[in-house]
């Protein structure tokens, strides 16, 4: 049972370009998440998708765009990455409660 | 959701009951309380979470006062692996997707 899986791992991106971070989960989870988290800093969430087929802001949404692509995936997009976009993005998944699963972290750099 | 008041460190001896305590003066009435901790910089692990009642599990026990406004997070048996930044979070929970707001959490060392 794989639980949350991220990629990639690590990233490094110059100012301008553009990625997409991915994110499974095999858990047959209603709700995804994507949160970042900063140098000594707890974790902000960016976006949220309640359920299939919705998807909202967060605290830090601007930057970022988001799909749900199906049940168990849920993407997140920079158009045009910045050094403030310097994290490391945790995905997480949920069924009705707060019981989090979160994947192992993406560590992204913007040069 | 209410906010969280938590010391920032923490040291307990290992094998000794390691008490993190969490404020939350402002929970209303259908919130609940969930720790979490976050190990190194893997992703942060749930814990255990409760409403009214004191709730244990396998990793720890939470004990909540009575009028709700603090809780403490017992782990019985400390050992160096629960060296880990530990988070207090209120929120609604459950029925629909769960916003929880990460604070800046305590971090907890366990030493020899």
């Known amino acids: 049972n794989a639980g949350v899986t991220q990629t990639p791992k690590f990233q490094v991106l110059k100012t301008g370009q553009s990625m997409t971070l991915q994110c499974a989960q095999d858990?047959?989870?209603?709700?995804m998440y994507w949160y970042r988290q900063d140098p000594g800093m707890g974790l902000r969430l960016i976006y949220y998708?309640?359920?299939?087929?919705?998807?909202d802001k967060g605290e830090v949404p601007n930057g970022y765009n988001v799909s749900r692509l199906n049940k168990r995936e849920f993407s997140l997009r920079l158009e045009s990455a910045a050094p403030s976009q310097t994290s490391v993005y945790f995905c997480?998944?949920?069924?009705?409660?707060?019981?989090?699963?979160f994947g192992e972290g993406s560590r992204l750099t913007v040069l | 959701d209410a906010k969280t008041t938590q010391p920032p460190s923490m040291d307990c001896a290992e094998g000794r009951a390691a008490n993190l305590p969490c404020n939350h003066s402002?929970?209303?009435?259908?919130?609940?309380v969930y720790w979490y901790r976050q190990i190194h910089s893997q992703g942060p692990q749930y814990i255990i979470h409760?409403?009214?009642?004191?709730e244990t599990n396998e990793m720890a026990s939470l004990i909540i006062t009575e009028d709700r406004k603090s809780s403490t997070l017992i782990l019985p048996h400390a050992t160096l692996r629960d060296t880990a930044v530990y988070y207090c979070?209120?929120?609604w929970g459950t029925g629909t997707a769960s916003k929880l707001t990460f604070g800046t959490g305590t971090r907890l060392q366990v030493t020899l």
């Open positions: 997480a998944s949920s069924y009705y409660t707060g019981e989090l699963f």
């Open positions: 858990m047959n989870h209603n709700s």
């Open positions: 998708s309640a359920s299939e087929g919705t998807t």
């Open positions: 402002t929970i209303s009435g259908n919130e609940y």
């Open positions: 409760g409403l009214k009642n004191n």
């Open positions: 979070i209120v929120s």
